[in-house]
């Protein structure tokens, strides 16, 4: 999974690089972990921004901190910092010796737009995926057109449609890889 | 939906009072507008955490922060902060003139724990429902088992089990009340 700080919108649609949220990355990476995604990586081209990320994994990983939540330290060993998109897919090509295949995520719905459903069938394959989510308002479009899946957006009751990141990420990947029904011991 | 910062545990299973996270206000006031509950309330005994949380509020939704954010405002619109369990009750029950029945959610399984169908097949029948989530180390257990119904924990693929309460929030909304299978316009 990649959450994408650079290209995207900003309130008024001009392309932009965001400001990393070092919360959104303790809770993507729990629940990345959660659902056993392979990695996590954050994409920015910022020099600075990426030195800030590398020092809040030495902290939770290495220093005070592994020993402090150990349960964040886990979850932070599958996250990684990467400078863009192209780097993210070059490095798990490099893993798997072949290109993988992109999902967009977007609040919006595109002509192409699948259900969670058909995605689901499409995992079953034996590929490899990256998932994109956008910070700010949402990855910019050419690169949302040019993956190879879009997912269609969460939608709730009515038309309020302005979940966080983080509570999108966390939907997203319980409707792909959450186990709904499990065997509970149950009430009458 | 309440939001318990008391009663609580801390990370050595003491019975405490949790701080409030703006951030957290912010994300599952979102998350319950967009799955259209009829309100959240944020639960605090704390005076000062009490009046902080009313701060923020008139920022948001009468002051400068309603111009510059009205997706917040529109969310904010159906928060509320109250001293305890027992006053979130009593206002639902002036609402309806019935009890209403509480539901638990915690990250361990309790012996009654349910599934999330049965949950939803118990909530097409007409009653008033308070969905409890707990801050810090989970909600204190006298609480959890005296409500009507317990959820399963949310479970990944593995053993890790420990998303943020945002986090949370926002997977069991959507697996209660999400619609996973809408007539996208889909590709082959």
Redesign the interface.
Known sequence: MALLHYPVYNKNLDIVVSSITT?DI??IA??V????LGKFYIVTPLKSQMELIKRLFRHWTDGYGALYNP?RK??LLKTDVVKSLEDVIKEVEGFHGKRPLLIATDAK?F????????MIYSLSKKNQYILLFGTAWGIEKSIVTGTD?IL?P?????D?????V??????TL??L??????H????A
Do not use: C, Q
Not at 33 to 36: E, K, N, P, Q, V
Not at 111 to 118: A, H, L, M, W
Not at 166 to 171: H, P, Y
């Open positions: 919360l303790h809770d729990r629940i972990r959660t659902y056993s349960t886990e979850a719905r002509p192409g737009s699948i259900s969670y459903d058909k899946f269609e969460i939608m709730g009751i009515d309020y449609n302005h979940l966080p983080r509570g999108a990420v966390a939907i319980d409707r890889f959450g186990r709904r029904n499990s509970a011991s149950e009430s």
